[in-house]
C-alpha cells in the first residue's frame, strides 16, 4: 500500500552471440585473406529489482536494475541493465517516459584456437511512449 512499491524477480535468460573476423595478411609480396567466425549460446540465471513512486496517480519516479551472471562453462560472462526515470500518463493508457540507462555486456567463449570476447557498454537518456492496460 502507498505511494511506493518495490519488485523483485528471478528466471532465465537465454544469451546468443555470434563473433565473426576478417583480415588480410601480406607475406613476401603474398595476400592472403584470413577469416574466422564463432558463436555460442547459454542460458543463465537472471535476478532484477524495481521501485515505483507515485507522485500523483499520472505521476511516477522509478529505478529498475537487472542482471544476468555465467560464471562456468566454455561461454560466461555478464549482462546488467540499470535505468531510472519518470513516467508521465496524460492520458489512461498511454504515457511518456523520460529515463537514463546504463546496459554493459561482457561475455566470454573460450575455444580450442583463440578466445573470443563480446565487451560493450550503452549509456545515455531515452524517451519513448508506454502503453498500459
Do not use: M
Amino acid at each position: 500500500s502507498g505511494n511506493t512499491v518495490f519488485g523483485l524477480g528471478a528466471g532465465a535468460a537465454y544469451c546468443r552471440a555470434t563473433l565473426g573476423a576478417s583480415a588480410l595478411v601480406g607475406v613476401n609480396g603474398q595476400v592472403r585473406s584470413v577469416s574466422e567466425r564463432s558463436s555460442d549460446n547459454a542460458i543463465a540465471p537472471l535476478l532484477e529489482v524495481g521501485v515505483r513512486h507515485a507522485i500523483t496517480p499520472d505521476l511516477r519516479l522509478f529505478a529498475d536494475a537487472s542482471g544476468v551472471w555465467k560464471s562456468s562453462g566454455r561461454f560466461h560472462g555478464n549482462i546488467y541493465n540499470a535505468a531510472a526515470g519518470v513516467e508521465w500518463f496524460p492520458v489512461k493508457n498511454v504515457g511518456l517516459v523520460l529515463s537514463y540507462g546504463v546496459t554493459n555486456i561482457d561475455l566470454t567463449r573460450e575455444g580450442g584456437f583463440a578466445d573470443s570476447r563480446v565487451k560493450v557498454r550503452l549509456q545515455g537518456p531515452s524517451a519513448f511512449l508506454k502503453a498500459r492496460f
